[in-house]
T-cell receptor
Framework: GIQVEQSPPDLILQEGANSTLRCNFSDSVNNLQWFHQNPWGQLINLFYIPSGTKQNGRLSATTVATERYSLLYISSSQTTDSGVYFCAPTSNTGKLIFGQGTTLQVKP | DSGVTQTPKHLITATGQRVTLRCSPRSGDLSVYWYQQSLDQGLQFLIQYYNGEERAKGNILERFSAQQFPDLHSELNLSSLELGDSALYFC?????????????FGNGTRLTVT
């Protein structure tokens, strides 16, 4: 099955800093989604992005499906951005497969 | 609020017992998914239903079963529970399939097996 690798596994930022999270996947995919799991355990869908670039406030995402990677940009980070960020590509068998996540801590 | 409702929020039970987790999808969503999140395994896909029919199966144990009812709510049944089944169980829903629509997750059911 498809392998998903996220980097870095852990990230500590000072409030106001910018960051880039990366997601590599081993096979061609039909779609990709980014999720944020907050410290209370809730999973929030950030982006549904099969290709190209999308922006939502301070967050943006880019997927280059032909090169099998996606990037999540966080600008001017805030303490509420803390949590775990997951990328989840959709495999050719229609399953949404989650990476192991990047754990982000934003310090005030 | 994602619009996906999971009950109960917490469940504590003993080994060998059977439990049922319930999920109501967002209004209009036809697909329901079940995921298990444990510390050592991460988020594991269990099963997907689309409009009442099983569409995809992941790492779901034989002791586990699920179904989607005509009103589109879904139930996940876990039987002969073991300590290792302790985890956070998420339900998600989408209008269509992961090929063409985003998933939205409920707040999960935290299962503790003692």
């Amino acid at each position: 099955g498809i392998q998903v690798e996220q980097s870095p596994p852990d990230l500590i930022l000072q409030e106001g800093a910018n960051s880039t999270l990366r997601c590599n996947f081993s096979d061609s995919v039909n779609n990709l989604q980014w999720f944020h799991q907050n410290p209370w355990g809730q999973l929030i869908n950030l982006f549904y992005i099969p290709s190209g670039t999308k922006q939502n406030g301070r967050l943006s995402a880019t997927t280059v499906a032909t090169e099998r990677y996606s990037l999540l940009y966080i600008s001017s980070s805030q303490t509420t951005d803390s949590g775990v960020y997951f990328c989840a590509p959709t495999s050719n068998t229609g399953k949404l497969i989650f990476g192991q996540g990047t754990t982000l801590q934003v310090k005030p | 609020d994602s619009g996906v409702t999971q009950t109960p929020k917490h469940l504590i039970t003993a080994t060998g017992q059977r439990v049922t987790l319930r999920c109501s999808p967002r209004s209009g969503d036809l697909s329901v998914y079940w995921y298990q999140q444990s510390l050592d395994q991460g988020l594991q896909f269990l099963i997907q239903y689309y409009n009442g029919e099983e569409r995809a199966k992941g790492n779901i144990l034989e002791r586990f079963s699920a179904q989607q009812f005509p009103d589109l709510h879904s139930e996940l049944n876990l039987s002969s529970l073991e300590l290792g089944d302790s985890a956070l169980y998420f339900c998600a829903s989408s209008p269509g399939t992961p090929y063409n629509s985003p998933l939205h997750f409920g707040n999960g059911t935290r299962l503790t097996v003692t």
